[in-house]
C-alpha cells in the first residue's frame, strides 16, 4: 500500500519511465538467466563427451581382467587424468590403492545392475567430473578429468552476462524516460494549455502541435487535436452567448426606455387628457406584449434539445393543417394553400407543440412580408432523401447579402426593419429543426419571394 502510495505521488512521465524499465529488466534478466543455464548446461556437456570419447577408448584397449588404476595422475585439464577399473566384489584381487572414489553404485555398474552415469567429485581439493561405465567381466571403468575450465568459463559467463544485464536495464531506463517524456509530450502541452484557460478564463488558447508531431495518429495526439476541436467548439459556444447577451440588451434597451417613459407619463395621468391616456395606456400595453414575447423567444432559444419524455409520433401533415388554419386566423387579409395529401399519413418523431411553433414562425414570417393579397404556400413533398415541407410567400424575396444571416439571433434585413418582430423567429426556427434531426434553408423562388424548406431525413407511415 505504502509503495503504490509513493508511486502514485510521482508525475505520470516518471512512472511511466519506471515500469517501463521494470518491465524490460525483468525480461532481460529472465533472458540472461536462461542464457546462463545454457550456456553452464553446454560446457558440462562438452566435458562429458570429452569423458565418454576417453572411456570408450579405454575400454577397447582394456585386456580382460584387468583391474586396479590406469591412471593415477590427476594434473590435466582438458583430458581426462585418472582412470581406473573397479570389480563389483570389493574383496577381488587389484583393488587396493584405487585413486577415484568407489561408491555402491559404481559395484552396481560393475555387476550390471546400474546403467554407466556422470558424477562431481573433489579430489586433492580439485573439482572433477567423473565418468562411470560397465565393462565385460564383472567390471566397471572410472574416467575423471578436472573441472576447474568449465567452473571458469561458468563463472566467466555469469559475470558477462551480469555486466551486459545491468548495462542493459540502465540503457532500458533511460530509453523509458526519453520514450515517455516524447510520447507525453502533447499531455504534458495540454495539461499546461487547461492550467493557462483555468487562470484566464480564455478558451482563445490551444495545444501548440510541431508538424512532426501533428503527423502523427498515435492516442496521445489525437487527443489533443480532439482536445483543441473542444476548445474551438467551447470559444465559439462562449462567443456565441456574449453576442446574444449583447444583442438581447441591445434589443431590450428600447422597449424597456418606452416602458419607462410610459410609466412615468401615466403616474401623472392627472395632467393628462382622457385621450392621451389611453394612447399612454395602449402603448404600455403593446409594449409589454412586446418586451415578454422577446424573453419568452431567448428562453425559447436557450433550450438545447428537446425533452425526450415529450418526444412522439407526429403526423406532420396533421400537424401542418392546424397550423395553416390557424395561420388563416392570426392574417385574414392573406391567403393561405396547403398541399399536405401528396405523401399519405407519415409521421416523424418531434414534440407537436414545438413542431407547431417552428411553423407557426414560418407562416407569420411569409405572411409578415407578403403584399395584401399575396398568396402564402405550404407544401409537402416526399424526396429521395426524406420529406421536405416547404413555405413559400410572394413578397420581396432575400438578397443575396442577407441570406447567409436569415436565421442568425436578432438579424433583421433592410425590408424587415420597419416591420414588427423581434429578429428571434428564424433562429428559434432553425434551432427546433435540428433539435428534431431535421434541417431548415432559406432560398430565393424561381419567380419571385423566399421559400423556406424544412427537410426531415426519414418518415415512417402513420
Known sequence: M??????GRRPLRARLALVTSAAVALVALGVLAAAYVVIRYELVRQLDLQLKQQA??????SHGGTTGVLYGECNWLAAPACAQIVRSDPAAPGQGGLVLPVTGATRRVAAGTL????????LGGRDMRMYTMHLRDDRALQVAARSDTVDQGVRQA????AGVGGAGVLLAAALGYFASRTSLRPVTRLTATAERIAATRDPAHRIELPPYEARRQDEITRLATSFNTMLGELEEAVAAQRRLIADASHELRTPLTALRTNAELLARADRLSPAQRDRASAALGRQLREVTG??????????DEEPQQLVEQV???LLAERCVAAARGHWPNTPFTADLDTV?????????????????NLLDNAAKFSPPGAMVEVRLARTDHGLDLTVRDHGPGISTEDLPYVFDRFYRSRQARALPGSGLGLAMARQIARAHGAEL???QAETGGARFRLSFPTGSPG
Do not use: C, K
Not at 555469469?158 to 552476462?161: F, H, K, Q
Not at 422577446?294 to 433550450?303: G, P, T
Open 441 to 443: 434553408t432559406a432560398e
Open 115 to 122: 546403467g554407466e552415469f556422470y558424477s562431481n567429485i573433489t
Open 56 to 61: 570408450g577408448i579405454m575400454a577397447q584397449q
Open 158 to 161: 555469469g559475470l558477462l552476462l
Open 344 to 360: 399519405g399519413a407519415v409521421t416523424v418523431p418531434g414534440v407537436p407543440a414545438r413542431l407547431a411553433r417552428l411553423l407557426s
Open 2 to 7: 505504502l509503495r503504490a502510495r509513493l508511486l
Open 315 to 317: 403526423r406532420l401533415d
Open 294 to 303: 422577446l424573453v419568452n423567444d431567448l428562453i425559447e432559444l436557450a433550450r
